[in-house]
């Protein structure tokens, strides 16, 4: 059996040919895999805000905590609570905002689903996530 804390450390592997969690419709290979593996750094907020969200889909916390700017940043994150993100939409992507609805499923079963209008800022030439405000929707 493999050790937890093994499992802990590691992002999930996920198939590159398969369907990318953030509902772009392309491959993971081909969306949000390069930022995730450094390949290919997001080249614009909604870009780095799809990845995000593919990151907490996946529990790649080092990823989410790597794109938070160093002034908002949490100092820990737990992605293993049980949490399962079961829908992203991008509803509108202009400067450095990103509006989109993200659905969940909570530990306890139920469907839970929220809009926000991210703001993100370039830190050293790489996109960062600041803070975001929740949207009417
Ligand atoms: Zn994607």
Redesign the pocket.
């Known amino acids: 059996m493999t050790p937890l804390h093994y499992l802990d450390a590691m992002p999930l592997a996920y198939p590159p040919f398969k369907s990318?969690?953030?509902?772009?419709g392309?491959s993971?290979g081909a969306?949000?895999g390069p930022a995730h593996d450094g390949s290919r750094p997001p080249a614009t907020p909604e870009t780095l805000m799809?990845?995000r969200?593919?990151a907490y889909a996946l529990g790649n916390v080092p990823f989410v905590l790597n794109t938070w700017h160093a002034s908002t940043r949490p100092s820990t994150l737990d992605l293993n609570d049980g949490t399962r993100y079961v829908g992203l939409r991008v509803h509108a992507a202009a400067g450095e905002t990103v509006d989109f609805t993200a659905s969940l499923k909570l530990p306890g079963g139920e469907r839970y689903s929220f809009r926000e209008r991210s703001r993100f800022e370039q830190v050293g030439g790489q996109w960062v996530y600041v803070a975001g405000e929740e949207v009417e929707g």
Not at 20 to 24: A, L, N, Y
């Open positions: 990318c969690p953030c509902g772009s392309r993971y969306c949000c799809r990845a969200y593919t």
